[in-house]
């Protein structure tokens, strides 16, 4: 999925997944008349259809992946939009220090390069 209209890779065939979305994503109310307790997990799969390079992957994965893990590994009583974009924001200086080529999304108050 495109993080927006202007992102370079992913397909919109579906809309636009930019971080928040990723992170407000509730497992265990996605399927109406599943019950929350059926939910075993979260995935958080990579369409490759425009991927040829690790670092369109890192683009792609970075910093979506970190938001659909936090609310699936945590309670739902935890989950603040607001405190994870510090989290988020305070991550980008050591995946650029790890080579990771992150998405700069604009709902994050990342720290200047």
């Known amino acids: 999925m495109k993080y927006d209209k202007d992102t370079p890779l992913g397909l919109d065939w579906a809309g636009y997944v ?15 008349g599943v019950p929350a307790s059926a939910v075993r997990g979260v995935e958080a799969p990579l369409w490759t259809e ?6 369109d992957m890192d683009r792609m994965v970075f910093p979506r992946l970190p ?6 590994w945590s309670p739902a009583s ?17 995946w650029a220090a790890l080579g990771i080529g992150y998405h700069r999304s604009p709902q ?4 200047a390069r």
């Open 67 to 72: 938001g659909v893990a936090e609310p699936g």
């Open 50 to 55: 425009t991927v040829v390079t690790p670092a």
């Open 108 to 111: 994050v108050d990342w720290p």
């Open 78 to 94: 935890t989950h603040d939009w607001d405190g994870y974009r510090v989290r988020s924001a305070a991550q980008g200086p050591r």
């Open 18 to 32: 930019e971080v928040r979305r990723s992170y407000d994503w509730d497992p265990g109310a996605y399927r109406d």
